[in-house]
């Protein structure tokens, strides 16, 4: 069987048999082994998902990362390797990444006696949760290691295309939730309540001014009110309302002053109107920032590889990755899947003949940038 074959039988195996941030008991057992199987040994870390090898020698250490968590989602792609763990599907194609890794550890392992250092390969529980990253990096993962490299599949780029940029990708995430406590009445005598629902509304609609008109608009900034909750019947004016949603910034410099802005409103229209506003912000992952000599030697080695290469658009997603980007330097790329529905669609369907060029790729960048050291 060709290293093409043997990979997308791997990714179609991982892609029948996904499993949540955390839970990845099976994906893991499925991957030592697969790297066991090529003589590739593993790292001794504590780690209950996820894991770790290395190929090479010498003092020089060069990380490549995949992810391998799978989302709550009912697949609806018709594939014959469907998803069979009901409601759980690899619909971010975290299935693709491990087996692009998997292939550049075997062709690193091919070449181990030519390496000019080691190459560690991770391969990251709990990308969707966020929190793999810093499970891995707290078990030791990057102890020596110089730069880091990592991708994501683009549905939206055509096969053998290639994208990254220097400096902020992908964006800080944070997630709101904002309580609106009002005064409960009779739907009928609203002046002897304070109405929640009405005050709710109106912060929906103030909250989108800060986003635009007081930032400055060739800074990115996106703020989505997601949910809103209140009220259980026709005829009662409930006492609070909540509301939740997220903000994606690329500076944080931006993401500070939308936070401080927003938090300013929701108390001044809160005393305007003699109700109470709480705002509970949750931090997800930072912005993911490129080394630009990383970014820019992934995309020369992309090019030299026969991938048509571009400058990357910034990216609205969060990404675990850029945990480790804070850590060391390194480069995080995008690679074209080609799937007419996109990530986290429960029929997305990226082209998998993606796999083998992407593992031949990973391994030339590795070693070439052992070199680079
Ligand atoms: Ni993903």
Same mark, same amino acid.
């Given at each position: 069987?060709?290293?093409?074959?043997?990979?997308?039988?791997?990714?179609?195996?991982?892609?029948?048999?996904?499993?949540?941030?955390?839970?990845?008991?099976?994906?893991?057992?499925?991957?030592?082994?697969?790297?066991?199987?090529?003589?590739?040994?593993?790292?001794?870390?504590?780690?209950?998902?996820?894991?770790?090898?290395?190929?090479?020698?010498?003092?020089?250490?060069?990380? %490549?990362?995949?992810?391998?968590?799978?989302?709550?989602?009912?697949? $609806?792609?018709?594939?014959?390797?469907?998803?069979?763990?009901?409601?759980?599907?690899?619909?971010?194609?975290?299935?693709?990444?491990?087996?692009?890794?998997?292939?550049? $550890?075997?062709?690193?392992?091919?070449?181990?006696?030519?390496?000019?250092?080691?190459?560690?390969?991770?391969?990251?529980?709990?990308?969707?949760?966020?929190?793999?990253?810093? @499970?891995?990096?707290?078990?030791?993962?990057?102890?020596?290691?110089?730069?880091?490299?990592?991708?994501?599949?683009?549905?939206?780029?055509?096969?053998?295309?290639?994208?990254?940029?220097?400096?902020?990708?992908?964006?800080?995430?944070?997630?709101?939730?904002?309580?609106?406590?009002?005064?409960?009445?009779?739907?009928?005598?609203?002046?002897?309540?304070?109405?929640?629902?009405?005050?709710?509304?109106? %912060?929906?609609?103030?909250?989108?001014?800060?986003?635009?008109?007081?930032?400055?608009?060739?800074?990115?900034?996106? %703020?989505?009110?997601?949910?809103?909750?209140?009220?259980? @019947?026709?005829?009662?004016?409930?006492?609070?309302?909540?509301?939740?949603?997220?903000?994606?910034?690329?500076?944080?410099?931006?993401?500070?002053?939308?936070?401080?802005?927003?938090?300013?409103?929701?108390?001044?229209?809160?005393? $305007?109107?003699?109700?109470?506003?709480?705002?509970?912000?949750?931090?997800?992952?930072?912005?993911?920032?490129?080394?630009?000599?990383?970014?820019?030697?992934?995309?020369?080695?992309?090019?030299?590889?026969?991938?048509?290469?571009?400058?990357?658009?910034?990216?609205?997603?969060?990404?675990?990755?850029?945990?480790?980007?804070?850590?060391?330097?390194?480069?995080?790329?995008?690679?074209?899947?080609?799937?007419?529905?996109? %990530?986290?669609?429960?029929?997305?369907?990226?082209?998998?003949?993606?796999?083998?060029?992407?593992?031949?790729?990973?391994?030339?960048?590795?070693?070439?940038?052992?070199?680079?050291?």
């Amino acid at each position: 069987m060709s290293l093409a074959e043997q990979l997308i039988r791997w990714r179609r195996e991982l892609h029948q048999y996904p499993e949540l941030s955390l839970q990845e008991v099976d994906t893991t057992a499925r991957i030592r082994d697969w790297l066991q199987s090529g003589g590739i040994s593993l790292l001794p870390y504590e780690l209950k998902t996820g894991a770790v090898a290395e190929v090479g020698s010498g003092n020089k250490v060069i990380a %490549l990362r995949a992810d391998i968590d799978a989302l709550p989602i009912e697949e $609806a792609a018709s594939v014959p390797f469907r998803s069979l763990n009901a409601g759980v599907m690899h619909a971010c194609g975290h299935d693709i990444h491990t087996s692009v890794i998997l292939g550049a $550890a075997l062709l690193l392992k091919q070449r181990e006696a030519q390496l000019a250092g080691r190459v560690r390969i991770l391969f990251q529980p709990a990308e969707e949760s966020f929190g793999g990253a810093k @499970t891995l990096i707290r078990a030791g993962a990057l102890e020596g290691v110089a730069a880091i490299f990592g991708m994501h599949n683009e549905p939206g780029l055509p096969l053998g295309e290639f994208a990254t940029r220097g400096g902020a990708f992908y964006a800080n995430v944070d997630r709101f939730v904002f309580k609106v406590t009002g005064k409960g009445a009779h739907a009928a005598r609203p002046h002897e309540g304070k109405d929640a629902i009405l005050l709710a509304s109106q %912060l929906v609609t103030l909250l989108q001014s800060v986003a635009s008109r007081e930032v400055n608009t060739l800074d990115s900034v996106v %703020l989505s009110v997601t949910r809103i909750q209140g009220g259980n @019947t026709w005829n009662v004016l409930p006492e609070s309302v909540e509301l939740e949603g997220t903000l994606r910034t690329h500076s944080s410099e931006v993401q500070q002053r939308v936070k401080a802005r927003v938090s300013e409103i929701a108390a001044g229209f809160a005393s $305007a109107f003699g109700a109470q506003i709480d705002v509970f912000w949750y931090a997800g992952p930072t912005a993911l920032v490129n080394d630009e000599r990383w970014a820019a030697f992934a995309s020369d080695v992309a090019d030299k590889s026969g991938y048509r290469t571009h400058h990357a658009d910034l990216h609205l997603g969060g990404e675990d990755f850029a945990v480790y980007l804070q850590h060391i330097p390194g480069a995080f790329v995008s690679i074209g899947s080609a799937s007419e529905f996109g %990530l986290h669609h429960p029929a997305f369907n990226p082209d998998e003949r993606l796999i083998a060029p992407a593992a031949h790729y990973f391994a030339d960048l590795a070693e070439q940038a052992l070199k680079e050291l």
